[in-house]
């Protein structure tokens, strides 16, 4: 695990004495991305905020590059405030700490960037909103990025969004890849998981983790899935689907 920008050692985590993830054990590299599977309550969230800070292991061993950027839900973010795509992307800059001064030109300025760097230069003004919740998403992704983290913690970024808007975020995460960032992708996308480096499996506990080609099999995402994975069999392949319940656990 020498060289990794995250490096996690036999975690569990839970809340009060509710245990919710155990035996998780990953590293990943600068440049690598990591797809986080599992259903709704399997521990994504729950390994996530653990990697952010939020909540301490119960036993294990985290270690990452830096403070990670977080990358939320557009669902879980509220469409009400009277904030624009520009606001939202400048909270990115409160991560340094200076939550109580207004921004500096420079992070004005970085954050204009991050709204050019996601397609979102000329809705900047725009309130989020009246966004799409493709725009919505590509937001969230520039204020993640104006925290120029080594680390990025994205929570299903590509979940719903238009054909454009995922192009567009797909092309910025390999670019953040050649920068040598490293991102961990929560995702229900059973095929899009082949795509990336390494894929970990979670079902309150890790099920697998490795390359796509070692982890994806059937055992294992019927391990990680249950009920839930629907298997698509045809003369020219096997793809893997899951039901989607929209509704959100650890």
Known sequence: ?????????????????????????????????????????GGKTTLFRVLLGELEPTSGRVELSG????????????????????DVTLMGTLAAGRWWLPPRRAERHASAAALE?????????????????GQRQRALLARALVQDAQVLLLDEPLS?????????????????????????????????A?????VICLNRRQVAFGAPTETLTRATLQATYGH???????????????????????
Do not use: K, W
């Not at 760097?117 to 919740?133: C, M, N, Y």
């Not at 698509?232 to 319940?245: F, G, K, M, Y």
């Open 194 to 198: 082949r795509s990336f480096d390494l």
């Open 67 to 86: 403070r990670p950027a977080y990358m939320a839900q557009t669902e879980r973010t509220r469409l009400d405030f009277p904030v624009t795509a520009l």
């Open 117 to 133: 760097r996601v397609g979102l230069a000329d809705a900047a003004g725009t309130r989020f909103g009246e966004l799409s919740g």
């Open 228 to 250: 839930e994975l629907i298997v698509l069999e045809d003369s020219a392949a096997t793809r893997a689907v899951t039901i989607q319940h929209h509704e959100h656990g650890h």
């Open 1 to 41: 695990m020498s060289g990794a920008a995250v490096t996690v050692e036999q975690l569990a985590a839970g809340y009060g004495s509710v245990p919710v993830l155990a035996h998780v054990s990953l590293a990943a590299h600068p440049g690598q991305s990591v797809c986080v599977l599992g259903p709704n309550g």
């Open 160 to 192: 719903g969004v238009d054909p454009a808007s995922a192009t567009l975020i797909a092309s910025v995460f390999d670019e953040l890849r050649a920068e040598g960032r490293t991102l961990l992708v929560a995702s229900h996308d059973v095929e899009s």
